[in-house]
């Protein structure tokens, strides 16, 4: 679950991360008006959806876009576009995926990575930070770099 204010309305939305199934799932918005919230778009994921983190991936705008991590060693990112009005649309499948995360995908997060670097300058793109289980004793970090508009790169 994360939450940000999505469609441009001035109120804090959510983001939660579903388990439909044995190994089914999605992402839900729940938008937030004056008086509660309310379900307003949806989109499936490739498993039981495990965390979610909301920020800005493709650079064409800023609004926040979607990363979530499931138990099909998956981790997925819907770019989100608003409509019209106070509208944010969620795409109806995913606009970027990585099949194989190399485990079940506990944690994700967005972060600049290279803000400061010697080497990159100040890199205006977020990167992926994700924490898999590979075992019940071990995990992993994989950090997928964001060097291109519409692609991230692991």
Not at 58 to 86: E, K, L
Request: charged share 20%; net charge negative.
């Amino acid at each position: 679950i994360d939450t940000a204010e999505m469609d441009g309305d001035s109120y804090v939305d959510i983001v939660i991360g579903t388990k439909t199934g044995n190994n089914a799932g999605g992402i839900e918005l729940w938008r937030g008006t004056g008086s509660g919230f309310y379900k307003a778009d949806e989109a499936p994921a490739d498993g039981a959806v495990l965390c979610v983190d909301l920020g800005p991936i493709d650079i064409d705008d800023n609004y926040p876009d979607v990363v979530a991590g499931n138990g099909s060693q998956t981790v997925q990112a819907w770019f989100v576009t608003r409509g019209s009005g106070d509208s944010a649309l969620l795409p109806s499948y995913e606009s970027w995926g990585d099949a194989n995360a190399g485990g079940e995908v506990h944690a994700v997060e967005l972060a600049k990575l290279e803000v400061g670097s010697a080497t990159w300058g100040d890199d205006p793109l977020y990167d992926l930070v994700i924490g898999t289980e590979v075992s019940a004793t071990t995990g992993e970090i994989v950090i997928y770099m964001n060097p291109y508009v519409w692609t991230l790169q692991q």
